[in-house]
């Protein structure tokens, strides 16, 4: 939305925090035109590359999505609690690790997982396209 040249893209103050996940560097989607946004906008956009061949999670397996997430976990949940929305796209079978993560992040903070999702969803933030 903000790199385009239009009233809703001057507008835009927020921030896009985008949590990319592939096998190896040399596989990311479109690195050169992130890092080019980055740059441009720092204060509207984050990026993050979960690597699961290439890094390691706190455990010492590989870096999946969740485990890059649950790295900000604090600050993400912070965001939804302040409006924020999430995406989700890509593989159905990814899932299942995040609702995971997610629902020991929840309820490490007392939430019910199950009510806290049906809240992001009544509030229309929660967003999920996989295939």
């Known amino acids: 939305l903000f790199v ?4 809703a893209g001057a507008a835009y103050k927020g921030q896009a925090w985008l949590f990319l ?4 560097s040399d596989a990311l989607l479109y690195d050169d035109e ?9 204060d509207n956009f984050r990026l993050d590359y ?7 999670n706190k455990k010492g397996g590989k870096m999946y999505i969740q485990d890059k997430v649950e790295e900000y976990a604090d ?3 912070t965001k939804l609690d ?9 593989l159905k079978g990814m899932m299942p690790g ?7 992040v929840a309820e490490s903070k007392g939430l019910d997982f199950d009510e806290w999702v049906k809240g992001l969803k009544k509030k229309k933030q929660w967003h999920v396209e996989v295939y």
């Open 21 to 24: 996940g592939v096998a190896n």
């Open 34 to 42: 992130w890092q080019e946004v980055l740059k441009k906008y720092p």
């Open 82 to 90: 302040n409006g924020a929305h999430i995406y989700f796209c890509g």
């Open 98 to 104: 995040i609702q995971d993560m997610l629902k020991g």
């Open 75 to 77: 600050e993400v949940f």
């Open 50 to 56: 979960a690597l699961s061949r290439e890094q390691e």
């Open 4 to 7: 385009e040249e239009t009233p």
